[in-house]
């Protein structure tokens, strides 16, 4: 008796579906015309007053009386260069504010981020009220303790000496702060817990992790200070002479007589704004990697 092979049975074929259509990764937003036309303003708008103070510097204070004054340098930028350091001991007052500017620096970066690092990380008594307190003496204007700062500096005998500039701005409360707010973000618990658990001391944990990790905030931080400590005007004239001067001070002795001479002026402000935009240059790269850094999380 012959039966029927039962014919094979097989699976139905799923529809092939269409492909997808997939993100690139890492694709970038190319920016429209109006984008770059505003940037191109606001670059321009920002970079005119240093532009101006480059031309002002190479002419003669005829030709900035001039209506409409010229947009083009003249030939007269080591001229006034000259008379910049026949007027003013500007070569002494540079070399002052950049050990003013460097010691406070220096001095701020360390000091704020030991602190920093201990008010975000570091569990001890009374932690938050020293917080409050470091952070209420921003809301005291600075112009109350001059006559009591200066008062102690004559006690010292520091009057007319670098240091009475230096030690009053080791420490800022915005420093501490900032570097608090830095490390509570960017320093994980983690590693400091496995820090201790692998033996490591507090201090080898602060050299060794928490400073590569603050780097970014470091750099920040230290070109603001740099900035503030470079540009003061209003201590340094308080506990300086004129005999030992910043450069600040010393560009109040520029232009005198009746008429006041304005290239000579811009001159000698060309000179103590090329230290700053040297160390920006310097600290540019830090800076936007600082940013990136806080801007994307892991």
Known sequence: MTTLADPPVTSPTPRQQPPRRRSRAGRTNHAGKLTYAVLTVAVL?????????????????????????????????????????????????????????????????????????????????????????????????????????FMLIAELQWVNQL????????????????????????????????????????????????????RPGMSVLGLLTFMAAWNDFFWPIVALSSSEPTVQVALRQ?????VHDQSVIMAGTLLGTLPVLLVFGLLGRQIVGGIMQGAVKG
């Open 45 to 149: 708008v920002s970079a005119f007053p240093f532009y101006w103070t480059i031309v002002a510097a190479s002419r003669s204070n005829a030709d900035l009386a001039q209506v409409p004054p010229s947009l083009l340098p003249g030939p007269n930028l080591l001229r006034n260069f000259e008379a910049v350091l026949e007027e003013a001991d500007i070569g002494k007052a540079l070399l002052n504010s950049f050990i003013v500017s460097g010691s406070i620096t220096v001095g701020t970066v360390l000091c704020c981020t030991l602190a920093g690092f201990a008010f975000a990380k570091l569990r001890f008594r009374g932690r938050g009220a020293l917080l409050a307190i470091t952070v209420g003496t921003m809301m005291i204007p600075p112009q109350l303790g001059v006559i009591p700062l």
């Open 163 to 214: 240091q009475a500039v230096i030690l009053p701005g080791l420490v800022s409360a915005f420093g501490v702060f900032f570097m608090r707010q830095y490390l509570v973000q960017s320093l994980p618990d983690e590693l400091i817990e496995a820090a201790r658990v692998d033996g490591a001391s507090t201090a080898r944990i602060f050299w060794s992790i928490v400073v590569p990790v603050a």
């Open 254 to 258: 520029l232009g005198g007589g009746y």
